[in-house]
């Protein structure tokens, strides 16, 4: 079935440091791709989206770019703050019935920044 | 716009009772789920509605009833609680015509069952 990996967490980095969260994932057809962030004691956001091979989604510094030949979608961000810990979840959508779109989650890094 | 609301936000129950979980949007949009978050597990679709009247089951929809009787509502439904089910909830809405079908998240119900 579809699937989507994350790299495990927790990552703990220091303010200024350059990100990677790595995220693979396994579809039958050709998937858009989500990164959500989940602040603490909030609901998930939306932070960025691709919805074709090679697209690059960025949102607030962090990019990721939909890559079909080795079936990433690594998050990157060049300097990150303190603001920027959360949890982030890589998810993928086959697209839609009728208007319903099924999102399937990796299993979520939780990102923590030190200043 | 209150956006998705969720309620209660946190809530404990024995194995066995009953509970209803409380979602609504004010954003007229026609879809609507409901998630569980586990640790390590990320989030798992239990049900979801593509519009009043209209429900489908999800990836793990067992121990779990839902309803949609109005476009607003969505409501999820446990009819005998159990340690299983200890879990955050989420619930989550979208709109097909805007074409981004960007799902929009309530800040969920934290639930423990003992």
């Known amino acids: 079935g579809d699937s989507v990996t994350q790299m495990e967490g927790p990552v703990t980095l220091s303010e200024e440091a350059f990100l990677t969260i790595n995220c693979t994932y396994t579809?039958?057809?050709?998937?858009?791709l989500f990164w959500y962030v989940q602040y603490p004691g909030e609901g998930l956001q939306l932070l960025l989206k691709?919805?074709?091979?090679?697209d690059k989604g960025s949102n607030k510094g962090f990019e990721a770019t939909y890559r079909k030949e080795t079936t990433s979608f690594h998050l990157e961000k060049g300097s990150v703050q303190v603001s920027d810990s959360a949890v982030y979840f890589c998810a993928l959508s086959l697209g839609h019935t009728q208007g319903a779109q099924k999102l399937v989650f990796g299993q979520g890094t939780r990102l923590t920044i030190n200043p | 716009n209150a956006g998705v609301t969720q309620t209660p936000k946190f809530q404990v129950l024995k194995t066995g009772q009953s509970m209803t979980l409380q979602c609504a949007q004010d954003m007229n949009h026609e879809y609507m789920s409901w998630y569980r978050q586990d640790p390590g597990m990320g989030l798992r679709l239990i049900h979801y509605s593509v519009g009043a009247g209209i429900t489908d089951q999800g990836e793990v929809p067992n121990g779990y009833n839902v309803s949609r009787s109005t476009t607003e509502d969505f409501p999820l439904r446990l009819l005998s609680a159990a340690p299983s089910q200890t879990s955050v909830y989420f619930c989550a809405s979208s709109y097909s015509a805007s074409g981004s079908y960007e799902q929009y998240f309530g800040p969920g119900t934290r639930l423990t069952v003992t």
């Open positions: 691709a919805t074709k091979a090679d």
């Open positions: 579809a039958t057809g050709y998937p858009s």
